[in-house]
T-cell receptor, first 114, second 111 residues
Framework: DAGVTQSPTHLIKTRGQQVTLRCSPKSGHDTVSWYQQALGQGPQFIFQYYEEEERQRGNFPDRFSGHQFPNYSSELNVNALLLGDSALYLC?????????????FGAGTRLSVL | GQQVMQIPQYQHVQEGEDFTTYCNSSTTLSNIQWYKQRPGGHPVFLIQLVKSGEVKKQKRLTFQFGEAKKNSSLHITATQTTDVGTYFCAGPIQGAQKLVFGQGTRLTINP
């Protein structure tokens, strides 16, 4: 039973570029949440996708967008990259979108913006 | 906005000593979750507490949820080197369906 998988594991971009990160949820899960984790900080909620729609959003600008596909996998897109976007991006899946549902995290994508 | 605060930010102990991290919310939480993140790893779910005053144990780990459901603690008895990592608490924003994580307590252990 595959857990949450994310790709790529590492990425280096320059300011102004765009990036797409991918996530496949744990088998049987239908909800995907994305988090940004800066070094030494806790994960910060970006948004959550359920039934192919964005259901909740954290305090992130519109440069951050996403998508969920019919197979529940998800993408996170970040446009016009800034140096401050350098972080570990974590995808978490759950069964259902309630905050009581346990989040299963992937290994993350480490994004470096130069 | 709602905040979840953890103290201490860092804790260094000798192997065999006990360790406690505290989590405080500015508002009442419907539940609280604890996660552990090993160095270079990702957060892994440890436990969820739902009831006021609830206490749960996992081997050497004891988790408590405060009576007012605004604070929680994680206590590790007789730490081992495998306990190294950052421990996060997380609670849902009231009325919403997203988790707010504390900034974590990083535990290092001197063998």
């Amino acid at each position: 039973d595959a857990g949450v998988t994310q790709s790529p594991t590492h990425l280096i971009k320059t300011r102004g570029q765009q990036v797409t990160l991918r996530c496949s949820p744990k088998s049987g899960h239908d909800t995907v949440s994305w988090y940004q984790q800066a070094l030494g900080q806790g994960p910060q909620f970006i948004f959550q996708y359920y039934e192919e729609e964005e259901r909740q959003r954290g305090n992130f600008p519109d440069r951050f967008s996403g998508h969920q596909f019919p197979n529940y996998s998800s993408e996170l897109n970040v446009n016009a990259l800034l140096l401050g976007d350098s972080a570990l991006y974590l995808c978490a899946s759950s069964l259902g979108r309630g905050a009581k549902n346990i989040q299963y995290f992937g290994a993350g994508t480490r994004l470096s913006v130069l | 906005g709602q905040q979840v605060m953890q103290i201490p930010q860092y804790q260094h102990v000798q192997e065999g000593e006990d360790f406690t991290t505290y989590c405080n919310s500015s508002t009442t939480l419907s539940n609280i979750q604890w996660y552990k993140q090993r160095p270079g790893g990702h957060p892994v779910f440890l436990i969820q507490l739902v009831k006021s005053g609830e206490v749960k144990k996992q081997k050497r780990l004891t988790f408590q949820f405060g009576e007012a459901k605004k604070n929680s603690s994680l206590h590790i008895t007789a730490t081992q080197t495998t306990d190294v990592g950052t421990y996060f608490c997380a609670g849902p924003i009231q009325g919403a369906q997203k988790l707010v994580f504390g900034q974590g307590t990083r535990l290092t252990i001197n063998p």
